[in-house]
């Protein structure tokens, strides 16, 4: 089975600092995505990354960046925390084939910043 | 306006229930993805349909491409079935999906 493991089921930071958001997948997966995902907004994409060191913005790219150093390994990482960013994060991977790929999500890291 | 709309948005049902979620989208598509979250975040992909009908055990998910229109049935529902059920589109050309806001279900025994 394929496995998405992110770092941290839960996570608590102060306004300000520097966050990273980590999630690594064991199917050589080419496509990996960061979402948030608030309630009555669904989920929302933050970054797509469709290769190693290749990065497409989402849908709310602002106050974020990416790194994808490895295939397996795609980092969130918020550049100075503030408490709008207060959400569910998740995680997924697919491989690549348009729409008729499933992607497979991590559980989710619910990150609270005060 | 969202490009996909579920209804409804929160469902209660009794056990044993026929249930069905609905999704409309309102962009060509080349498929359509039903997703299972239960509470504690984990989500699981259940479907991925262009066409057509697929079945997996009580789930069935159906697809209208004319009418831009797709549901999820459960027959025989349970409570292990409570979750909230998502739909998502791929627009055609493109890794990324757009997602519907949910449906909260809810099967009390």
């Known amino acids: 089975d394929v496995k998405v493991t992110q770092s941290s089921r839960y996570l608590v930071k102060r306004t300000g600092e520097k966050v990273f958001l980590e999630c690594v997948q064991d199917m050589d997966h080419e496509n990996m995505f960061w979402y948030r995902q608030d309630p009555g907004l669904g989920l929302r994409l933050i970054y797509f990354?469709?290769?190693?060191?290749?990065?497409e913005k989402g849908d709310i790219p602002e106050g974020y960046s990416v790194s994808r150093e490895k295939k397996e390994r795609f980092s969130l990482i918020l550049e100075s925390a503030s408490t709008n960013q207060t959400s569910m994060y998740l995680c997924?991977?697919?491989?690549?084939?348009?729409?008729?790929?499933?992607?497979?999500f991590g559980d989710g890291t619910r990150l609270s910043i005060l | 306006k969202n490009e996909v709309e579920q209804s409804p948005q929160n469902l209660t049902a009794q056990e044993g229930e026929f249930i069905t979620i609905n999704c409309s989208y309102s962009?060509?598509?080349?498929?359509l993805h039903w997703l299972q979250q239960h509470p504690g975040g984990g989500i699981v992909s259940l479907f991925m349909?262009?066409?057509g009908k697929k079945k997996h055990g009580r789930l069935i998910a159906t697809i209208n491409i004319q009418e831009k229109h797709s549901s999820l049935h459960i027959t025989a529902s349970h409570p292990r079935d409570s979750a909230v059920y998502i739909c998502?589109?791929?627009?055609?050309?493109?890794?990324?999906?757009?997602f519907g806001k949910g449906t909260k279900l809810t099967v009390n025994p």
């Open positions: 997924a991977s697919s491989f690549h084939g348009g729409g008729h790929q499933p992607q497979h």
């Open positions: 962009v060509g598509i080349s498929a």
């Open positions: 990354s469709y290769d190693v060191k290749m990065k």
């Open positions: 349909l262009s066409s």
């Open positions: 998502a589109v791929d627009k055609g050309g493109s890794e990324k999906l757009v």
